[in-house]
């Protein structure tokens, strides 16, 4: 038997060979909670990064997730709110995040205003599936942006949402190069080559975003399965997640978070709550829809925000699924936003600010 | 669950912990069964019950044979056990590919027949499974084994999870004595049962994965791409097919050596091979084997006139062909290998051709015929693949892959190639052994590591699983 197979030799190769993997692993983590941004959660840098090339911060920011990127045409919005306001400067900037739960808006508020650059309005998403304490997009989270304090922090939630965060926790602390490869792979890349990376397609579950809520990203029908056979797959998952409902947990706490330090900085919150197609609205039982009510009044009460519901404001014929507008819905939605609530909030926002 | 994935990692640890942790060598076996049914079952759970069901009638079969001494009793109990097992394999993998086939043929006289448009769900590693319950029933008919009087021994066999999906296929002379022997924790057997998953871990994640992005788009739309992209692309899903099922066959005898069984070696060296009957002897061995025991030979094998030893090779590599997939143009992959095979056999080299100094020719000659074959068994179409075949021996214009792509692919190339030639040349053994143990376990954590950090976005299944 060769000398590394006799068995002292292989126990000590084995063992060096564990110690090394564990010791590699720390700091795995290590490196996972310190790469930058751009590696790890590219749409936040890309979001970061355009909205550090405006001199001044945007007067309006929306910060939610696809739900609000679909909807929310910043082209559309932003002309609107000039003309009905009659204030040629306003920009609309948008902050939403594929897969932005309410952690991750959080994260994109803290790190927008951290230059003390404030925007006047952000217009920030709210659903009662995205407050759920049973969050079923916190495995993305978990990945992209969680540090391992904030796994240590958000135990008790990780613990009660899906088995599959739970396994992307482990995944992600136990063999991150793995899990994080292809933002490793990116990032060596961007050092090796200089060159910006592509951000890693199909990490978002989204359809078609791009880095931009451009009007050119967003199809007016997508390729694959109909709207109702998309919505019929989610049903049994939203429904899953609005089992047992309740709110209290760390995502409702991560949008009280943003909400109030929204207030502190002076900049006013409209709580939006965004399309959904009737068949997903119907979930929303009173066992829900109670909770998430004093939810959302605690919210008004507290901090002052306003609330607009424009869940049931769109035909089921505009969404690509449940919850992303098409074409004609990001059209319709975006205009009548801008003339209902936008437009007006801006103009007597500039007229307090002229008294 | 495939075995690489991070599901696939915590489930091993469990499993390996767990059984190490039983001091009883029944309830070792036990954890082990229980172990591999929850492995198959993260499939699907019902199909655990079809290979218990399989199991147990040839347990149940093969001991009645023990104890019967009638030949007639004894040739209806294996005319009964064979019988339901390729049933069985009939049913679930070739009923659609026969009745398509049948109303394709009725068509052809005006019978104006639909095509069947229900599908039955194919259970994993059923090729595989039946296989072995095949060879267990036949040896202990032949009195080559005893039947395994202990059930747990016998579903141990058939279930043992490094192999229960995609092979090696095991014999039961290979196996059960080795169910018998006391196992105790070894940490020889342990390294060399990581080196061997590490290396067929590399060929998987990261060789045959990677070559996944050059092979999928050409056999696609093999109209769309140029003569050179398909010369590029043919000879990367040689070696993507064989770093996929020979990474699978390394890392299941790697995994079987942590719990101190031991499995067949499938592959030794097969593209250096002079011949195309060379290459079936270092090519899937396990199956090539069971062919030759179990087909080959029960038609005749070679002990006939010419003509029947041709058409005895013929058939059995069309039975291989067919044991790949339910398709046409796998009977006719099949075919090819067979045709090829009894002209090598009926046209020996001349002496100047053997000369040693051509050995490298020989071997290319061999890869060109093995490529040509492949091209037949990974298009969608046999028209696909004759559109391939004429394509790659004209200038075709076309589309090319990305440059980055076409590094990758000759990279990939040039990695096994390599390896072939130190298989070949190296002494593997004598290389490892002058490595300080420190030192080799640096590199294995390191190579770990590195192919963690090297796998593509999407990893495909297993080849061989679909057979």
């Not at chain 1, 304090?149 to 009660?160: A, F, L, P, Q, Y």
């Not at chain 1, 039982?285 to 605690?298: C, D, E, L």
């Not at chain 2, 009923?95 to 229900?118: E, K, M, Q, V």
């Not at chain 2, 396990?286 to 094998?301: A, F, Q």
Request: include cysteine.
């Amino acid at each position: 038997m060769p000398r590394n197979f006799h068995p002292r030799a292989a126990r000590r190769c084995i063992l060096t060979a564990a110690v090394v993997f564990v010791i590699a692993t720390l700091l795995g983590n290590v490196l996972v909670d310190h790469c930058p941004l751009s590696a790890r959660f590219p749409e936040a840098d890309l979001a970061l990064k355009a909205w550090r090339a405006h001199i001044s911060a945007p007067g309006i920011v929306f910060l939610g997730s696809s739900r609000t990127g679909y909807s929310a045409s910043v082209e559309i919005i932003g002309p609107k709110v000039r003309q009905i306001s009659g204030d040629a400067a306003v920009e609309v900037f948008s902050a939403a995040i594929p897969v932005g739960d309410p952690l991750t808006m959080n994260f994109m508020g803290s790190h927008l205003f951290a230059d003390g650059r404030r925007s006047k309005i952000a217009v920030v998403e709210i659903t009662p599936d995205s407050v759920s304490r049973r969050n079923r997009f916190l495995d993305f989270a978990v990945t992209r942006q969680f540090t391992f304090r904030d796994i240590v922090e958000n135990r008790g939630d990780i613990c009660h949402s899906t088995n599959k965060t739970l396994s992307r926790v482990l995944s992600s602390r136990l063999t991150p190069f793995y899990t994080h490869r292809l933002a490793l792979q990116a990032w060596a890349r961007e050092k090796w080559s200089g060159s910006e990376h592509v951000i890693p397609s199909g990490d978002t579950g989204n359809y078609y975003y791009d880095g931009i809520w451009g009007q050119s990203s967003i199809p007016q029908e997508l390729p694959g399965p109909p709207p109702m056979m998309r919505i019929e797959e989610d049903l049994p998952r939203v429904r899953k997640q609005l089992a047992d409902y309740e709110i209290p947990g760390r995502t409702s706490a991560a949008l009280e978070d943003l909400v109030a330090r929204c207030h502190r900085d002076g900049i006013k919150v409209i709580l939006l709550e965004t399309p959904m197609h009737s068949a997903l609205r119907a979930l929303f039982v009173p066992s829900v829809s109670q909770p998430y009510g004093q939810f959302v009044r605690h919210l008004q009460d507290a901090y002052g925000c306003q609330f607009v519901d424009f869940s049931d404001r769109l035909s089921d014929s505009m969404f690509f699924d449940g919850v992303h507008t098409n074409g004609d819905g990001r059209a319709y939605f975006s205009a009548l936003f801008a003339e209902e609530v936008l437009g007006p909030v801006w103009r007597a926002e500039i007229g307090s600010r002229h008294e | 669950m495939l075995f690489h994935s991070f599901a696939f990692f915590l489930f091993f640890l469990v499993t390996f912990a767990g059984y190490w942790a039983l001091k009883d060598p029944r309830q070792r076996k036990g954890w082990l069964v229980i172990a591999s049914c929850v492995f198959y079952g993260t499939w699907n759970p019902w199909l655990v019950f079809l290979i218990l069901f399989t199991a147990a009638v040839d347990y149940l079969v093969a001991l009645r044979l023990m104890t019967t001494e009638s030949p007639s009793t004894r040739r209806a109990l294996l005319a009964l056990s064979i019988s339901i097992s390729l049933t069985l394999l009939v049913f679930f993998k070739y009923a659609r590919f026969l009745a398509s086939s049948t109303i394709f043929g009725l068509n052809l006289f005006g019978a104006h027949l639909p095509s069947p448009t229900w599908e039955i769900v194919l259970p994993l590693g059923i090729s595989f499974y039946t296989f072995e319950t095949i060879s267990y029933v036949v040896d202990v008919y032949r009195r080559r084994v005893a039947a395994a009087t202990n059930i747990l021994d016998y579903a141990l066999y058939i279930l043992f999870f490094p192999h229960l999906i995609a092979g090696p296929i095991i014999r039961p002379s290979f196996f059960l004595p080795q169910t018998q022997t006391a196992k105790h924790f070894d940490w020889a057997r342990l390294q060399l049962g990581a080196q061997y998953f590490l290396r067929g871990l590399f060929k998987k994640a990261v060789l045959a994965d990677h070559l996944a992005a050059i092979v999928d788009p050409v056999f696609a739309a093999p109209a769309t791409y140029s003569t050179s992209m398909i010369w590029l692309a043919v000879p990367c899903y040689a070696v993507q097919v064989y770093c996929d099922f020979s990474g699978y066959s390394d890392m299941a005898v790697g995994a079987a050596h942590a719990f101190g069984y031991k499995l067949p070696i499938n592959f030794n060296l097969p593209y250096f091979s002079e011949s195309v009957g060379e290459f079936w002897r270092r090519w899937h061995i396990t199956l090539s084997t069971w062919l030759r025991d179990y087909v080959y030979i029960p038609l005749g094998g070679s002990r006939g006139s010419s003509a029947r030893t041709y058409g005895n090779l013929i058939l059995t590599l069309v039975i291989c062909g067919l044991w790949h997939g339910a398709a046409w143009n796998f009977v006719v992959f099949g075919l090819y290998h067979g045709v090829i095979l009894s002209l090598e056999r009926a046209l020996p080299l001349p002496a100047v051709l053997a000369r040693r100094s051509l050995l490298p020719l020989r071997i290319a000659w061999t890869f060109l015929l093995l490529c040509a074959g492949l091209v037949i068994f990974r298009a969608h179409a046999l028209s696909d693949a004759w559109l391939m075949w004429r394509r790659a021996v004209s200038t075709s214009e076309g589309q090319h892959l990305p440059q980055e792509l076409v590094a990758l692919g000759l990279v990939a190339l040039a990695l096994v190639f390599a390896g072939h030639l130190f298989g070949h040349f190296g002494d593997a053994k004598r290389w490892l052994e002058r490595i300080p143990p420190a030192a080799m376990g640096f590199g294995m954590a390191g190579v770990f590591l590195l192919i963690m950090f090297l796998m593509p976005q999407d990893s495909a299944p297993f080849t061989y699983f679909q057979f």
